[in-house]
């Protein structure tokens, strides 16, 4: 497998194994910022862990809070490897940059259409700066 994305927020190239989403989810309530760990009960991946994982999103349910939790896992060390977005979400992505701005090493968020989503579940992979995502060897 290997696609190029398109940049959303440039970030540390990330390398981890993939976790494809299959439904939205939100940041707010629906992810714990000390854990890195899907908190929401009524989610399909209740309890999976979304830290040093190339993290897959078909789509968010918005909270304006989304940016702050997403910037808490980056202050924790429990952010994504990695961010790849069916569609640009701006309020998540304001976290990314908000935590850039104070000076943390932030992952990178690409956009990739849906549909090549199912060929990375399970795999490892890497994300590179330049939007490359291909299978970690």
């Known amino acids: 497998m290997s696609a190029t994305a398109e ?6 190239a990330g ?7 299959t439904a ?19 989610h399909p991946q209740h309890g999976e862990v979304i830290s040093g994982r190339v993290l897959f999103l078909p789509g968010t349910i ?12 980056v202050h924790n060390g ?8 069916h569609e640009p979400d701006a309020i998540l992505l304001l ?3 908000v935590a850039r701005e104070m000076g943390w090493e932030t992952p990178i968020a690409v956009r990739l ?8 579940r399970g795999e490892a992979l890497t994300v590179a700066a330049d939007g490359a995502i291909t299978v970690a060897v």
């Open 7 to 12: 940049i959303l927020v440039p970030g540390k």
């Open 62 to 73: 918005g909270s304006s809070s989304a940016s702050a939790v997403l910037m808490e896992l």
């Open 113 to 120: 259409d849906r549909g090549a989503f199912d060929a990375c």
């Open 15 to 21: 390398e981890g194994e993939a976790l494809v989403l």
């Open 78 to 85: 429990r952010a994504p490897a990695a961010l790849v977005l």
């Open 95 to 97: 976290g990314l940059i």
């Open 24 to 42: 939205p989810i939100s940041f707010w309530g629906g992810v714990d910022p000390r854990t890195g760990r899907i908190a929401d009960v009524r």
